[in-house]
């Protein structure tokens, strides 16, 4: 599993101080740009070469609240590869005591960027991309 750290900013929270719902999927987007760059697969380069790989689908769970302040770590793990899409698992601890405040996934499909359609994942990305 692939780990980001983030202290929770002020425009992270709510009027309670307490990390608004959209922003795990924001911090789920770290994860998987971070998974990507250890494998040495750059966004801006399928961009160049007229490939996006947006979302389909995206769910998160929450157990306890992150707030203002907290360092929290983002674990990321490739959780399964089909022929056009990838589909991430996500975990969401409070760093000081570990506590798992939320956990989800997302599924990113893999398409041309001009035309909006999906494609297959090209084979040297493929190649890069580990489950674990």
Not at 114 to 119: A, E, F, H, L
Request: hydrophobic share 35%; net charge positive.
């Amino acid at each position: 599993m692939h780990k980001v750290e983030h202290r929770v900013i002020y425009g992270d929270t709510d009027a309670g101080q307490v990390v608004y719902y959209g922003n795990y999927f924001r911090w789920f987007e770290s994860g998987r740009r971070e998974i990507f760059r250890s494998l040495k697969i750059n966004y801006v380069e399928l961009l160049k070469r007229n490939i996006l790989t947006p979302v389909v689908e995206a769910h998160c769970s929450y157990f306890h609240p992150a707030r203002y302040d907290d360092v929290v770590v983002i674990g990321t793990r490739v959780a399964e590869i089909k022929e056009k899409s990838v589909r991430f698992e996500h975990k969401v601890y409070r760093k000081k005591d570990r506590k798992l405040l939320a956990k989800g996934h997302t599924v990113n499909v893999f398409v041309n960027a001009s035309k909006m359609k999906s494609i297959k994942i090209p084979d040297d990305i493929r190649k890069k991309i580990k489950i674990g």
